[in-house]
C-alpha cells in the first residue's frame, strides 16, 4: 500500500515564525501535490512537483514555498506565518503524469497560527 | 468558481437506505474521481471513471458519467453508519498536467 505520511498532525506557530511542512511518501511517485483545506472552499492546490527539483505554482501560492530535493520528500514552507494561513494542510502524491492518476493523500496537519 | 461542486452539501439518511451525491463540472476532463474523508483525516480515493466511460462499479459504490451534462453522480447502496464521511469529487484537467480541481464536497451523516 502506498503510504504518504506527514511530519505533524497538530501544529501551532506563531505569526511571522518560518513554519516547514514535511511530507513523505514511499512509493517512488513522480508527482507531489500540497493542499489547503478550508470550511466552504474545500481543497485549493498550492504547488506541486513533478520531480526532484521541479516545482510548478497551484491556484494560491502566496506566502508559501516547496522544496523537493529528494523524489520521496517534498516540504511546504511557510516563510512567515500568518493568521490567515490557519489550515488543514493536505500532502498528496500520485504516479502518472499527464492522464491525471489517482492521488494519495497524508493524513493531514493541521496549522494554527496566532 | 470551483470546477467540481457536489450537490447536495450535506445529506443524512439511515442505515440500510442508499445515498446519492451529485457532482458538476465546467470545463472538458480526463477523468473524474471521487474521494472520502472522514473527519479530520486525509482523503482516500475511491474511484475513478475516465471521460470515456459511462459507469463504474466497486463495492456498494457505483459512479456515473455523463460529459453532456457535464455531471456525474456517485451511489452508495446499502449504507452503513460507517459510512459517515465527507465525499469530493475532484475532476482531471485536461491541458494541465492531469491537475485535480476539487469540489467542496458532501457531508453524509448515516444514522444507525
Known amino acids: 500500500d502506498v503510504k504518504v505520511t506527514q511530519s505533524s498532525r497538530y501544529l501551532v506557530k506563531r505569526t511571522g515564525e518560518k513554519v516547514f511542512l514535511e511530507c513523505v511518501q514511499d512509493?517512488?511517485?513522480?508527482?507531489m501535490f500540497w493542499y489547503r483545506q478550508d470550511p466552504g472552499l474545500g481543497l485549493r492546490l498550492i504547488y506541486f512537483s513533478y520531480d526532484v527539483k521541479m516545482k510548478e505554482k497551484g491556484d494560491i501560492p502566496e506566502g508559501y514555498s516547496v522544496s523537493r530535493e529528494k523524489k520521496e520528500r517534498f516540504s511546504l514552507i511557510l516563510e512567515s506565518a500568518s493568521t490567515n494561513q490557519t489550515s488543514m494542510y493536505l500532502c498528496?502524491?500520485?504516479?502518472?503524469?499527464?492522464?491525471?492518476?489517482?492521488?494519495?493523500f497524508g493524513p493531514g496537519t493541521r496549522l494554527t497560527v496566532t | 468558481s470551483q470546477q467540481g461542486e457536489e450537490d447536495p452539501q450535506a445529506l443524512s439518511i439511515q442505515e440500510g437506505e442508499n445515498a446519492t451525491m451529485n457532482c458538476s463540472y465546467k470545463t472538458s476532463i480526463n477523468n473524474l474521481q471521487w474521494y472520502r474523508q472522514n473527519s479530520g483525516r486525509g482523503l482516500v480515493h475511491l474511484i475513478l471513471i475516465r471521460s470515456n466511460e459511462r459507469e463504474k462499479h466497486s463495492g456498494r459504490l457505483r459512479v456515473t458519467l455523463d460529459t453532456s451534462k457535464k455531471s456525474s453522480s456517485l451511489l452508495i447502496t446499502a449504507s452503513r453508519a460507517a459510512d459517515t464521511a465527507s465525499y469530493f469529487c475532484?475532476?482531471?484537467?485536461?491541458?494541465?498536467?492531469?491537475?485535480?480541481?476539487f469540489g467542496q464536497g458532501t457531508e453524509l451523516s448515516v444514522k444507525p
Open positions: 498528496a502524491s500520485r504516479e502518472q503524469g499527464l492522464a491525471g492518476g489517482l492521488e494519495y
Open positions: 512509493m517512488d511517485h513522480e508527482n
Open positions: 475532484a475532476t482531471a484537467r485536461y491541458n494541465q498536467g492531469g491537475k485535480l480541481i
